[in-house]
């Protein structure tokens, strides 16, 4: 902008204002980044409840299937379930030509661990029902690792996606 003033003089003083920066705009790469990440976030959180439900139950599973006390059984829980969600995460993670050769150790360590988790999450939640309430308890017992493998996937998906 250009502001002209005349004194009495008959001199001309130019003054010369830069426009006032403008306000920068998030692109559409980050808002999307930033969707994802909220969601990724919301995702991973809920996913994190559940394995602290599925720990418990597969510690009290082992526990009572072997015998074990609680600080053999917690830790056997942990690398069950852990176990398979780090898998995935280093299959989400790794480059096409690494992960076509991890995956003959990590799809059937996944399959494996899921399973267990599932069989010692349902023994677990049937073993307090009673009549014909033992059906969905192992019901609900068996969807928990896969909600949890679900949730780990589509978290990690969408954390570590690229733009």
Known sequence: MTV????????VITIKRDAAPKKKRKSKARKTWTAHTIAAAGILVVGLVLVGL???????????????????AWPMAVGIDLGFIALEIAMLVSSDDLRSEISHYTTPAIAG????????????????????????????????PALIYTLTKTGFALAFHKR
């Open 54 to 72: 599925s720990l418990s139950h597969l510690a009290e599973g082992v526990e009572v299937v072997t015998g074990s006390d609680a600080w053999t």
């Open 4 to 11: 002209s003033h005349k004194s009495n003089a008959g001199n």
């Open 113 to 144: 661990t899921l399973a267990v988790s599932a069989v010692m999450n349902g023994f677990a939640f049937a073993s307090k029902a009673t009549g014909w309430m033992i059906i969905p308890a192992w019901l609900l017992g068996l969807a928990i």
